[in-house]
């Protein structure tokens, strides 16, 4: 019988923690856990088990396959960094690292080079789903890299998702997910705008969330966002700050693709503008506080 991987989870947040828990709940046994938030983590290997550690080192030490679920490039560069303390800093030969974060992409090409050199191996597996379907189980993931060390942790990664799709060599899958959060990202703003000239004309909001729902004005953002924009519930499952970060990622590759996305741009925009008014830890609706003349960044629930 073959004895079960021990998980590492580096990144306690909201998507890391719900991960951990479903994997412990789906008989995985979670080793380590690590958060910069030492709190966090040891709130986390309470309901999971495992040891709460601030060393990244001890994570690679105890755990056999490692999670990743940090911010940015630069959470992603510091705890692979190739000298100092870092995940790399022991013997991590055999390891398998799964980086969730949406990133640069060429940050998960770095990385794989880097765990490479010293025996290891990485996978992107990035997540286009909220912090209910990493509890759940139902996450949707697109995976890249080898597809070898795919293929060795395939039946894990199931335990995490409804759908699990490999998109190619390292990088590509975080080429997709920037697409895809790019687009979600501009029909978020551009349903906000609807919603908040429906609002200034004076017309009924449920009224014009069911047409909306029935003709070409539909999206999945309608009905994930559409009544939370209408009663300002902002209730934070992605934040508007990750919006923006993850819209600017897309724009950095078209800019290398000699591409101009104006659409993606203007909402870009509107993202960075919560930002500064100090509203980028709202939930992505909250770009509906720009664009109801009543609101304006007004004190939000």
């Given at each position: 019988?073959?004895?079960?991987?021990?998980?590492?989870?580096?990144?306690?947040?909201?998507?890391?923690?719900?991960?951990?828990?479903?994997?412990?709940?789906?008989?995985?046994?979670?080793?380590?856990?690590?958060?910069?938030?030492?709190?966090?983590?040891?709130e986390?290997?309470?309901?999971?088990?495992?040891?709460?550690?601030?060393?990244?080192?001890?994570?690679?030490?105890?755990?056999?396959?490692?999670?990743?679920?940090?911010?940015?490039?630069a959470?992603?560069?510091?705890?692979?960094?190739?000298?100092?303390?870092?995940?790399?800093?022991?013997?991590?030969?055999?390891?398998?690292?799964?980086?969730?974060?949406?990133?640069?992409?060429?940050?998960?090409?770095?990385?794989?080079?880097?765990?490479?050199?010293?025996?290891?191996?990485?996978?992107?597996?990035?997540?286009?789903?909220?912090?209910?379907?990493?509890?759940?189980?139902?996450?949707?993931?697109?995976?890249?890299?080898?597809?070898?060390?795919?293929?060795?942790?395939?039946?894990?990664?199931?335990?995490?998702?409804?759908?699990?799709?490999?998109?190619?060599?390292?990088?590509?899958?975080?080429?997709?997910?920037?697409?895809?959060?790019?687009?979600?990202?501009?029909?978020?703003?551009?349903?906000?705008?609807?919603?908040?000239?429906?609002?200034?004309?004076?017309?009924?909001?449920?009224?014009?969330?069911?047409?909306?729902?029935?003709?070409?004005?539909n999206?999945?953002?309608?009905?994930?966002?559409?009544?939370?924009?209408?009663?300002?519930?902002?209730?934070?499952?992605?934040?508007?700050?990750?919006a923006?970060?993850?819209?600017?990622?897309?724009?950095?590759?078209a800019?290398?693709?000699?591409?101009t996305?104006?659409?993606?741009?203007?909402?870009f925009?509107?993202?960075?503008?919560?930002?500064?008014?100090?509203?980028?830890?709202?939930?992505?609706?909250?770009?509906?506080?720009?664009?109801?003349?009543?609101?304006?960044?007004?004190?939000?629930?």
């Amino acid at each position: 019988m073959n004895t079960p991987q021990r998980i590492g989870i580096v990144g306690t947040g909201r998507m890391g923690a719900n991960i951990a828990k479903r994997l412990h709940e789906t008989g995985h046994p979670i080793a380590a856990l690590y958060d910069v938030r030492p709190e966090a983590a040891i709130e986390t290997a309470r309901e999971t088990g495992g040891e709460a550690t601030q060393s990244l080192a001890r994570v690679a030490e105890l755990a056999d396959v490692i999670l990743t679920v940090v911010t940015d490039d630069a959470a992603m560069y510091a705890i692979f960094a190739p000298s100092g303390e870092s995940l790399l800093s022991g013997n991590v030969e055999g390891k398998l690292f799964v980086n969730c974060a949406t990133v640069t992409p060429r940050v998960h090409v770095e990385v794989q080079r880097l765990c490479e050199e010293r025996g290891a191996r990485s996978l992107e597996a990035c997540m286009a789903s909220s912090i209910a379907q990493a509890r759940e189980g139902t996450l949707y993931l697109m995976i890249g890299g080898r597809r070898a060390a795919f293929d060795s942790i395939e039946p894990l990664l199931a335990n995490m998702s409804a759908s699990l799709i490999y998109i190619g060599e390292a990088g590509r899958a975080a080429q997709v997910k920037a697409l895809v959060n790019m687009v979600m990202n501009v029909n978020t703003a551009g349903l906000a705008e609807g919603l908040g000239l429906g609002d200034a004309l004076g017309l009924d909001l449920n009224l014009l969330r069911d047409v909306f729902a029935h003709t070409g004005a539909n999206s999945r953002v309608l009905e994930t966002d559409g009544a939370d924009m209408q009663h300002r519930d902002h209730e934070v499952y992605f934040s508007a700050a990750h919006a923006a970060k993850d819209s600017g990622i897309a724009l950095g590759l078209a800019k290398n693709a000699g591409l101009t996305l104006p659409v993606a741009r203007a909402s870009f925009d509107q993202y960075e503008r919560m930002k500064a008014l100090g509203l980028g830890e709202l939930d992505k609706s909250g770009v509906s506080e720009l664009t109801f003349a009543s609101r304006h960044g007004v004190e939000t629930r």
